[in-house]
């Protein structure tokens, strides 16, 4: 059975910080594309495997990353940590 996942570490993060996408894919035939803010990849399968791979992003607002391959999809939300203000 086809299986894409990707991952985001943190989740969480203050505008303008980075978070470290990952994937990876197995059993899959042809390519997958990987697609998000910041990234934007085709990556095609090796023996029916894409690689675990990672890149760091930079997050400026909410963002979604996801993992394309044909009979396997994932994504991840990366969200922004709320600006708290001192009265």
């Given amino acids: 059975t086809p299986a894409a996942t990707i ?4 989740t ?3 505008s303008g910080s980075n ?3 990952t994937w990876s894919a197995e059993n ?3 390519s997958c594309t990987i697609s998000g803010p910041g990234v934007n990849q085709t990556v095609p399968s090796t023996a029916c495997a894409v690689p675990s791979t990672s890149v760091t992003a930079t997050i400026s607002a ?4 996801q993992i394309s391959c044909t009979g396997a999809t994932d994504s991840v939300v ?4 709320p600006l ?3 009265f």
């Fill in 7 to 10: 991952s985001a570490s943190p």
């Fill in 12 to 14: 969480r993060v203050r």
């Fill in 19 to 21: 978070s470290t996408i």
């Fill in 28 to 30: 899959v035939q042809g």
């Fill in 62 to 65: 909410q963002s979604v990353y």
């Fill in 78 to 81: 990366v969200n922004l940590l």
């Fill in 84 to 86: 708290i203000e001192e």
